[in-house]
């Protein structure tokens, strides 16, 4: 296997990180909190960056393995903290929405954490330790695809009820993509995924704030005003910075024109401030992380590995997708992070621990002879090389 795939990963991580940190310099003085003077949200973001360091170091460290022993440790404490997103006690509102953790009532007011990031590895962890542990039975309908449907399912209705669609329909394409990955038939999964949009569609129907997104995104000038600001000032600022962009800290949305500047929102900063240029490195980068950890997947050592690997490439390139489509008008408004640029220790610090185990699997890959290497694509790891929980 090329060692040019480890490069490229880590590179394309270090530059994307550190577009975040010059990013968040950049829009942080304007905003309210701190009264732009301390940079209250860049250094929280720069302790987040060595938190997030630390814990993919640890990652690249311990055997990748072992997630597959905890996947359902894992999976509980995922499920468990979306649902203490329910206790008022625990749960933090934000703009209608309970998708945060907070510790504000014992003394720790600035310790935030959203569950849904942690929900979304698990999902990945949990999938690819059940098509290991089941792999004679991929292809049978209830080993097969309505067990690991179930837990998938039990995710998304977790997140869904926070009001947080974005995220419970990228946890469903991602689970649902593992599953075609892991060999589940496709006879099964397509009624799921015709019907997927449907079912979507009810809950929007039932929930008026998101009607108005979707008539807001379909009519932009209409709604400029209202539900449809972020996204018609986000064109604006992709439009005012050109091919070259109007240089670094001299972006004009970001002073309170558009919400969001330095979290969802921070792609049409890239725009207006390094313009097409910036935007083109930005999408070149993850373009090489995706395909630095899709052959990371291809040449794992193990089907776990495999799965592992093409489950964390494909998050991070469905939040891109997703982010970039919602910045340049071509999605509804999702509220969804850019990963590692975007303001948020939660995203940073599960995007980091993804890389670790991206690292971690190429490690063990790299260690395998070059006759075991020859023989993957071949071979399948049975439930016995882990065990049989």
Known sequence: MSR?????LILSVSFLAALGVVMLASTSY???EGNGITYIKLKNQCMWLIISTL??????LVQYQKLYTYRWWIYGAAVFGLALCYVPYFAEEVNGASRWLSLHNIGFSRLHFQPSELGKLACVIILAGWYVRYESSTRKFVTGF??????????????????????????GTLGACMMFAAGSRLRFLLPVVLLGPVGL????????????????FLDLEKYKDGLGMQQWRSLIAFGSGGIEGLGLGNGRQKMLYLPEAHTDFIFPMVGEELGLY????????????IYSGMSISRNAPDLFGRLLAFGITLTFALEALINMGVTTALLPNKGLPLPFVSYGGSSLLFAMIGTGILINIHRH??????????????????AGSYGTF
């Open 4 to 8: 040019a795939n480890i490069y490229i």
């Open 30 to 32: 304007f905003l309210d």
């Open 55 to 60: 814990a993919a170091i640890v990652m690249v």
């Open 146 to 171: 309505v067990f690991p449907g179930m837990l998938i399912l039990i995710l998304v209705l977790l997140i869904a009820g926070e009001v947080d669609l974005g995220n419970a329909a990228l946890v």
């Open 201 to 216: 569609g009810g809950i929007i129907k039932i929930m008026p704030n998101r009607v108005e997104r979707i008539m807001a």
């Open 278 to 289: 910036g935007s083109g490195l930005v999408l070149l980068a993850f373009m090489l992380l």
């Open 365 to 382: 890959s790299s260690h395998a002879s070059k006759k075991d290497l020859l023989e993957i694509p071949r071979r399948r790891m049975t």
